[in-house]
Structure formats: structure tokens, C-alpha cells
């Protein structure tokens, strides 16, 4: 059970390849989760000291992916969004274009079935669905069995397909590089202040379907001065995954992030995390 916000087991976590390969756990990796049984203790004090313990843990192993990732020179990108944003859509536009150039491989994550998946695997990238379960969010540890299986190519771009929840991803480190939050202007400009954690911690905005904004009521300046409320260093940029509308500033961001990579680890301070008072 994730006791951070109350989903998934570990039992019900599949990471899977074409071939149908699934990693075993490491034995250094034991983070003692399966067969576990696990009591919602009283008291908002001793929750928050139970999360914060188990939010070290995950960030000990997303030290761990990031040095990987850092000695591989693998650009790992952590998207997320609402379910129906258009994640997926933007990645295989994104890896027709430039999947050879970047050596673009996907994790996918969604709670069941490998549709996702199997769209990026239509591209001829590498991919590997992870499926959560009842989890709402990918963490560190699932990560480190998907890059297991994955074995993504040194000095390659690693797209990791976070499970569709405006909520729960933005307290886990994965690992990565950077945080890419993609928004569509079919869900409403006020999410950035209604979701402020999972904005506050991205280093890039993607606007998408612009092209729909004459049939939808969202006001785009609205949206931006929302994004600068929470985190008023963010690059705010608009596309439209079906049309391909703004994927030329999409990809020379990443060619940057990647020229300028050196980035601190997520920090959960920034996310308001409360501090536990012995």
C-alpha cells in the first residue's frame, strides 16, 4: 500500500516488455512492501512522520536512478498531467519527428492495460509499460525496474509517461531530469492554482490543443498568469499534438535542458511538504 496518499500494492505492480520480460527486484532494493501489513496509526503527527519515512526511502532510490541516469548521460524527462491531456499523443508526434535524433525510449505508466504502450511501440522505439494497479503515481522504485527492462542506450532521451493524476505525482522523485506538466485547454485555464503542487514543480508547461480554443471556454492569460502565481519561473509553451502547432520551441527546450543540465534533485520543501516536530 502507498501510505503516502493511500493507493496501490506492490503485489499488483507489473512492468512489462514486448517479449513479455518482467524484472525481479533486486536484492538491494528490498523496500520491504510486499506482505506487509500496514496500520493507519492516530494522530496527524505520526501520519506525517510515516510519510515523510517513506518519502526518504523513495528519494534513496531516486538518488540512485539519477546517478545512473547522470553516468549514462540519459536525459530522463518526468511528464505528467490530468488522464486525456494528450501525453501520448504529443510523445509519438514527438518520436516520429525526432525519436532517431533524440534515441527517444518511453515508460509508460497507467494503472491497467498496455494500450499506451503499444502505441509508442507502434513508432519502433523502446518501451515498457508499467501498470500500477490501484497506484496512482509511478515512484522511484518502479522506475529502477523499468529501467531494468528498458535498458535505455547511452546518451539517449528517456521519456517517462507518468500515470494520468494532477495530484500524487508531484511528491515522487523518480529520478529524472526534468518535470514537463502538460495541460489542455479542454480542462479549464484554473488548474495551475487548483493543482498548485504539480505546477510548482515543473521545469517546462506544455499548453496543448491550442487548436480547440475557439471551442472551448479557456482564456490563455488567464492560464499563464495562473502558472506564474505558483511557480513564476516556468516556461509556459503552447502546442497542438495533432497538428503539430509549437513542437519546434518543444523540441529546441529539451535540446537545451540537455545542454544545461544541471539540475538539483526535486525537493520536497518546495512542494509545502509539512516538517514533522519531534
Known amino acids: 500500500m502507498c501510505r503516502?496518499?493511500?493507493c496501490g500494492d506492490a503485489e499488483e505492480i507489473r512492468i512489462t516488455t514486448s517479449d513479455g520480460y518482467a524484472p525481479?527486484?533486486?536484492?538491494?532494493?528490498?523496500h520491504g512492501r510486499a506482505g506487509e501489513h500496514h496500520d493507519h496509526p492516530?494522530?496527524?503527527t505520526r501520519t506525517v512522520m510515516l510519510e515523510q519515512q517513506l518519502l526518504a526511502k523513495n528519494d534513496a532510490l531516486a538518488a540512485a536512478n539519477r546517478r545512473w541516469l547522470t553516468a549514462e548521460g540519459i536525459l530522463a524527462l518526468n511528464l505528467m498531467s490530468s488522464p486525456g491531456s494528450g501525453k501520448t499523443t504529443l510523445l509519438e508526434r514527438t518520436i516520429r519527428e525526432v525519436g532517431g535524433e533524440m534515441g527517444i525510449s518511453v515508460v509508460e505508466g497507467?494503472?491497467?492495460t498496455p494500450l499506451d504502450a503499444e502505441r509508442i511501440r507502434a513508432t519502433g522505439r523502446p518501451v515498457v509499460q508499467v501498470n500500477t494497479g490501484a497506484g496512482c503515481h509511478l515512484d522511484a522504485e518502479m522506475l529502477d525496474g523499468a529501467l531494468r527492462a528498458l535498458r535505455p542506450a547511452v546518451g539517449?532521451?528517456?521519456f517517462i509517461e507518468n500515470v494520468g493524476n494532477l495530484v500524487c505525482p508531484a511528491l515522487f522523485d523518480l529520478g529524472e531530469a526534468g518535470r514537463v506538466v502538460i495541460a489542455s485547454v479542454t480542462e479549464g485555464d484554473d488548474k495551475p492554482l487548483k493543482y498548485p503542487h504539480m505546477f510548482r514543480s515543473a521545469n517546462?508547461?506544455?499548453l496543448n490543443k491550442v487548436d480547440l480554443t475557439p471551442y472551448v471556454s479557456f482564456d490563455?492569460?488567464?492560464?499563464?498568469?495562473a502558472v506564474g502565481a505558483v511557480n513564476p519561473d516556468v516556461?509556459?509553451?503552447t502546442v497542438a499534438a495533432t497538428q503539430g502547432q509549437g513542437f519546434d520551441e518543444w523540441y529546441a527546450w529539451i535540446r537545451a535542458f540537455r545542454a544545461n543540465q544541471s539540475h538539483p534533485a526535486i525537493s520536497h520543501a518546495s512542494l509545502d511538504i509539512p516538517l514533522t516536530q519531534e
Do not use: I
Open 4 to 6: 503516502t496518499c493511500g
Open 24 to 30: 525481479q527486484p533486486s536484492d538491494h532494493h528490498d
Open 42 to 44: 492516530p494522530g496527524p
Open 110 to 112: 497507467d494503472q491497467e
Open 156 to 158: 539517449s532521451t528517456l
Open 204 to 206: 517546462l508547461v506544455l
Open 220 to 225: 490563455r492569460d488567464t492560464f499563464t498568469r
Open 235 to 237: 516556461e509556459v509553451l
